[in-house]
């Protein structure tokens, strides 16, 4: 079986979580035998050559409604139905205050035409621009042959803000446990915080920093400033206490040094559909506060302790609880047995036979 992942035209110029999907997705699936060949949405794309297309990321619908058209073959998408939340609802000023009154696929569909036109990204079709966003999903949602959507919750939330006209499978998103060497004999460090994400607004490390501002714990964030918000960066940085470290993007080895000494790890998010540094992180024996918002319930479940994003005590009374609590052997096990790529891959594969029966 060959199979073409079509992405977004700056899956590595602007990596998210998505890139590490896909990537670890497409290198689990060779090792079972299927030819994957990850292209971008702009490239010529030979829909002969392949058996199945794959899309990722429900909310740039345009090039899946495009390729789909053209190619007239089986084809599923990872939906990644990842939304801002109240992040718009907390934030008005400048262009918050614009977005803050539109919905959701109205303000993806305004961001969508604004990369075209400063240059970011590809011209939208002329179907989507007539169309729209809200539209052009369903159409896509609609005529997939299979939605892969991370979680139930996910797929459940499709179904009531979109169309019920799908065939949905859920494919967890995982972890490699061999990129992970936790050595539970390394005692853990109870004031260590880590943070490991992209910092950008969605993604709330601001309102982190002020929650642990000037506290006895000390808050490592690990990760680049997106390139397309570096005023939020600036932001952080200027609100930012002493024990606040801001560590870049770290290497591999580095991060998972941090989180073999870290007690928690912390993303408290606007939105997760999971937070696969949080997989991550629990992985390496860390506890987890993670934001309520989203998905997480479906994989985390009683055993991490919620915040509310948008409430800084929140999230540090979290922090207090997750700090002096014993590390999770449940979660720890779960992770280990239901969430890795290998499963994620052999749960695709069985969609793609499905699609193309």
Request: hydrophobic content about 35%; some cysteine.
């Amino acid at each position: 079986m060959k199979v073409a992942f079509i992405t977004r035209l700056n899956l590595y110029k602007i990596a998210g979580g998505d890139t590490v999907q896909i990537e670890q997705t497409a290198k689990q699936l060779r090792n079972i035998g299927v030819e994957v060949d990850i292209l971008r949405s702009i490239d010529n794309i030979p829909y002969h050559d392949y058996d199945v297309l794959h899309f990722f990321g429900i909310p740039r619908p345009g090039d899946m409604v495009t390729h789909s058209r053209k190619a007239k073959m089986p084809f599923v998408i990872s939906t990644i139905h990842c939304t801002y939340g109240d992040y718009y609802k907390y934030n008005r000023k400048g262009i918050g205050a614009f977005f803050s009154r539109l919905n959701s696929d109205s303000m993806e569909y305004f961001k969508t035409i604004a990369r075209w036109l400063v240059g970011k990204d590809h011209r939208p079709s002329l179907h989507y621009f007539l169309k729209g966003q809200r539209k052009s999903i369903i159409e896509a949602l609609e005529t997939a042959n299979y939605i892969l959507p991370n979680s139930e919750s996910e797929l459940n939330r499709l179904k009531e803000i979109y169309t019920p006209n799908v065939h949905g499978l859920v494919v967890t998103n995982g972890i490699n446990p061999e990129k992970f060497p936790y050595d539970p004999s390394v005692r853990k460090d109870d004031n260590l915080i880590v943070c490991v994400g992209r910092i950008e607004n969605r993604k709330n490390q601001l309102n982190l920093i002020k929650a642990l501002n000037n506290t006895q714990y000390k808050l490592v964030l690990i990760g680049a400033p997106s390139a397309n918000q570096m005023d939020y960066y600036k932001s952080c940085k200027d609100v930012a206490a002493p024990n606040v470290i801001f560590a870049g993007k770290a290497p591999h080895d580095k991060m998972v040094a941090y989180l073999q000494k870290a007690k928690v790890h912390v993303l408290a998010s606007w939105f997760e559909t999971t937070g696969l540094s949080s997989l991550e992180a629990g992985i390496m024996g860390c506890n987890l506060v993670i934001t309520d918002k989203g998905d997480t319930r479906d994989y985390f479940r009683d055993d991490a302790f919620y915040c509310d994003p948008a409430d800084p005590a929140s999230i540090k009374k979290a922090v207090d609880e997750a700090s002096s609590a014993p590390l999770s052997q449940l979660l720890y096990n779960r992770i280990i047995n239901e969430y890795t790529w290998r499963k994620a891959a052999e749960q695709t594969l069985n969609a793609y036979e499905l699609a193309i029966k």
